[in-house]
């Protein structure tokens, strides 16, 4: 998926900008979603596509939301050595959006924490 530079300066905010496509990352615990606990689905914010259901996010104490499991071919991980560090970049797989990272440190059975901005999502409630 191809997606327009300037298009995407129009549509989002500077920081959404920033985080999904220059790969930077937002304050912690100063984010939209770092503590919400509504069901629904997050999708990427720059194509919609669904990413994380509500059911896979666990309090990691981060400050960023975390889960634990992404939506099936939802994402793609990259190796990513910047910072001197050696971590994994989590990036949307339909438009290549930067996500977060992800951790071997999860609480759950997947032992995984896919660490996310919440500035790369939109948060789509459940409806009952």
Known sequence: ???DKDELKNKL???EYKVTQ???TERPFANAYWDM???GMY???VCDAPLFESGTKFDSGTGWPS???AVPGATFRIHDDSHGMSRTEVICAKCKAHLGHIFNDGPTE???RFCTNSA???FKKEEK
């Open 43 to 45: 999708h990427c914010k």
């Open 1 to 3: 998926m191809e997606i």
């Open 13 to 15: 905010t500077e920081e």
């Open 37 to 39: 606990h509504d069901d």
């Open 67 to 69: 889960f634990d499991k």
């Open 22 to 24: 220059e790969k930077g």
């Open 110 to 112: 997947t032992g995984e």
């Open 120 to 122: 790369s999502l939109c």
